[in-house]
């Protein structure tokens, strides 16, 4: 992976969207979007900490890794035994606040040995649902992975693992690339095109929890591209920025599940990618400045509207998003 990795994932996101056939950006569309969202205070948000652990500095970032570790799973979610009020992400990133506060951090060991039924015990899921089943040992894999990862290169050691990136979001990003579930890379017509939803994600994460200061401190923190996953394509579909071919359409009313990696659902992902890059740009030459992590944020908060959870949104069993 090069330095410029997130330079890299724009430029391929930008090769997809000029060859995607199920999937179009609407050039039509952007200005009077960048005008919309430029009338937004797009103002970051605050950590939540009802919602997320906070504690000694250490623990705090060893909170953050192991939730982005597991921060993938919307495809399941439908199927995801939900805290009242709470989405699936919500419903993960509470039961792993409520164990920090009881019991104190995960410590390795807790990583390298976790299982399933450890984590359907965490999190309060039923291990007879089998796609449940399978995304519990999805999350107990990733954690191992974590764990062992931690021992082999941070001396077990979450703060280590973010220090050794010395304040390069892009370096972190490098340092997690390691792990297999954190390899955020498909390949669309035989080319690779990154993504690295989670990865970025823990950076912005680490930035909002220290206020951009400490473990926060990213000198490329606004070089982050948005965080690609199935909400923010939804929300730019149904605001008109992005369309899909009838087919794909179809399938996504109809509730059906998108294979991870699957030309349809590289497209959507690049195309959302490269439709924010472009409404971006349109701000930035209106005199305001703005980064893709901002409006990403401000696109991720429209979502949760009755508006856009009410129609369906494409659906992937993915350990990306």
């Given at each position: 992976m090069?330095?410029?990795?997130?330079?890299?994932i724009r430029w391929?996101c930008?090769?997809?969207?000029?060859q995607?056939h199920?999937?179009r950006?609407v050039e039509?569309?952007i200005?009077?979007?960048?005008r919309?969202?430029?009338?937004?205070s797009l103002?970051?948000?605050?950590y939540?900490d009802?919602?997320?652990f906070?504690?000694?500095?250490?623990d705090?970032?060893?909170?953050?890794?192991?939730l982005?570790?597991?921060?993938?799973g919307?495809?399941y979610?439908?199927?995801?035994a939900?805290?009242?009020?709470?989405?699936?992400?919500?419903?993960i990133?509470l039961a792993l606040t409520?164990r920090?506060?009881a019991r104190g951090?995960?410590?390795v060991?807790?990583?390298?040995?976790?299982?399933a039924?450890?984590?359907?015990?965490?999190?309060?899921q039923?291990l007879?649902?089998?796609?449940?089943?399978?995304?519990?040992?999805l999350f107990?894999k990733a954690?191992?992975?974590?764990g062992?990862d931690?021992?082999?290169?941070f001396?077990g050691?979450?703060?280590a693992?973010?220090?050794?990136?010395e304040?390069?979001?892009?370096?972190?990003?490098r340092l997690?690339?390691r792990?297999p579930?954190?390899h955020d890379?498909s390949?669309y017509?035989?080319?690779?095109?990154?993504?690295?939803?989670?990865a970025?994600?823990?950076?912005?994460d680490?930035a909002l929890?220290?206020?951009?200061?400490?473990f926060?401190q990213f000198?490329?923190l606004n070089?982050l591209t948005?965080?690609a996953?199935?909400l923010?394509?939804?929300?730019?579909?149904c605001?008109?920025?992005?369309?899909y071919?009838?087919?794909?359409?179809?399938?996504i009313e109809?509730?059906?599940?998108?294979?991870?990696g699957s030309?349809e659902?590289?497209?959507?992902?690049?195309?959302?990618?490269?439709a924010v890059e472009r409404?971006?740009?349109?701000?930035?030459r209106?005199?305001r400045?703005v980064?893709?992590?901002e409006?990403?944020?401000?696109l991720w908060?429209?979502?949760?509207?009755p508006r856009?959870?009410?129609?369906p949104r494409?659906?992937?069993?993915?350990?990306?998003y």
């Amino acid at each position: 992976m090069e330095d410029g990795v997130f330079d890299r994932i724009r430029w391929r996101c930008r090769d997809v969207a000029d060859q995607a056939h199920r999937v179009r950006i609407v050039e039509s569309a952007i200005a009077e979007c960048a005008r919309d969202l430029a009338s937004l205070s797009l103002e970051t948000p605050v950590y939540d900490d009802v919602l997320h652990f906070r504690g000694r500095p250490e623990d705090t970032v060893t909170y953050l890794v192991a939730l982005d570790a597991v921060n993938f799973g919307s495809g399941y979610f439908p199927l995801l035994a939900k805290r009242p009020g709470h989405s699936g992400y919500g419903t993960i990133a509470l039961a792993l606040t409520e164990r920090f506060r009881a019991r104190g951090p995960l410590d390795v060991g807790d990583l390298v040995e976790c299982s399933a039924a450890d984590c359907a015990l965490l999190f309060g899921q039923d291990l007879s649902v089998a796609p449940i089943a399978e995304l519990m040992a999805l999350f107990a894999k990733a954690w191992r992975d974590l764990g062992h990862d931690l021992l082999e290169r941070f001396g077990g050691s979450s703060s280590a693992l973010v220090e050794s990136a010395e304040g390069s979001a892009a370096a972190l990003v490098r340092l997690l690339d390691r792990q297999p579930l954190f390899h955020d890379v498909s390949i669309y017509r035989g080319d690779e095109v990154p993504f690295y939803k989670r990865a970025q994600i823990l950076v912005s994460d680490l930035a909002l929890a220290f206020g951009g200061r400490s473990f926060g401190q990213f000198e490329d923190l606004n070089a982050l591209t948005i965080f690609a996953d199935n909400l923010v394509p939804h929300v730019l579909r149904c605001d008109g920025i992005l369309t899909y071919d009838e087919a794909l359409a179809r399938r996504i009313e109809r509730g059906e599940l998108l294979p991870s990696g699957s030309e349809e659902e590289v497209e959507i992902r690049a195309c959302a990618v490269d439709a924010v890059e472009r409404i971006a740009l349109e701000i930035r030459r209106a005199g305001r400045p703005v980064t893709s992590r901002e409006l990403d944020i401000a696109l991720w908060n429209r979502g949760q509207s009755p508006r856009y959870k009410e129609a369906p949104r494409h659906r992937t069993r993915t350990t990306f998003y």
